[in-house]
């Protein structure tokens, strides 16, 4: 299995607050994605990282941002939570192949009250 | 922009029956084509891949995949079903070129199999 450990695993918090994930991987893989999962929707991009310092958004990025100061680090941040964005999230990597087979970690669920 | 259909989203079979769950997706050229599967509380796991060569593509627990340019479709197929196999499947495409990395999955289907 490939590296990969998200923290924390569950989290309860109130709307309005911030809320930091995080995503560690000892494969030093260049490429990270977060997702979140809502049923009916499958897996969502939110944001994605293609080395340190880079990161670009993906398609439901609005109230979310990232960082990647290392290379085995991705923060996912929500700087003010909202009810709607209770749901479970997913960290992956990947190596720069042409395949881009990506890596999913265990997952954080996270709920907003 | 790519997208990626599961019209079933839950099926049943019986254990030891075949099974069939479908996938289509939506991009003028070959995308590449994943097939994940995800335990209860789980994260994901690849099943299979194709990106080039032989239609037919094998993967892992038994389970085959096939990409029909024509029909615009990867299902994936297994033979005789086990009941560790109840899952939720997703079909997954990454258009490459400027969307390189960037995977959309479908819906996923649920499956269920009785004993």
């Known amino acids: 299995d490939a590296g990969i450990t998200q923290s924390p695993r569950h989290k309860v918090t109130e709307t309005g607050t911030p809320v930091t994930l995080r995503c560690h991987q000892t494969?030093?893989?260049?490429?990270m994605y977060w997702y979140r999962q809502d049923p009916g929707h499958g897996l969502r991009l939110i944001h994605y990282s293609y080395g340190v310092k880079d990161t670009d958004k993906g398609e439901v990025s609005d109230g979310y941002s990232v960082s990647r100061s290392k290379t085995e680090d991705f923060l996912l941040t929500l700087e003010s939570a909202t009810s709607s964005q209770t749901s479970v999230y997913f960290c992956?990597?990947?190596?720069?192949?042409?395949?881009?087979?990506?890596?999913f970690g265990p997952g954080t669920r996270l709920t907003v009250l | 922009a790519q997208s990626v259909t599961q019209p079933d989203i839950h099926i049943t079979v019986s254990e030891g029956a075949s099974l069939e769950l479908r996938c289509n997706y939506s991009?003028?050229?070959?995308?590449?084509l994943f097939w994940y599967v995800q335990s209860p509380g789980q994260g994901l796991q690849l099943l299979l891949k194709?990106?080039?060569?032989?239609?037919l593509v094998q993967g892992i627990k038994g389970f085959e995949a096939e990409f029909k340019r024509s029909q615009s479709s990867f299902n994936l197929r297994k033979p005789s079903v086990h009941w560790s196999d109840a899952a939720e499947y997703f079909c997954a495409v990454n258009a490459g070129g400027t969307s390189y990395g960037k995977l959309t999955f479908g819906q996923g289907t649920i499956l269920t199999v009785h004993p």
């Open positions: 194709y990106f080039s060569g032989d239609t």
């Open positions: 992956a990597i990947s190596e720069e192949t042409i395949s881009n087979e990506q890596f």
């Open positions: 991009y003028g050229a070959t995308p590449y």
């Open positions: 494969e030093n893989h260049r490429y």
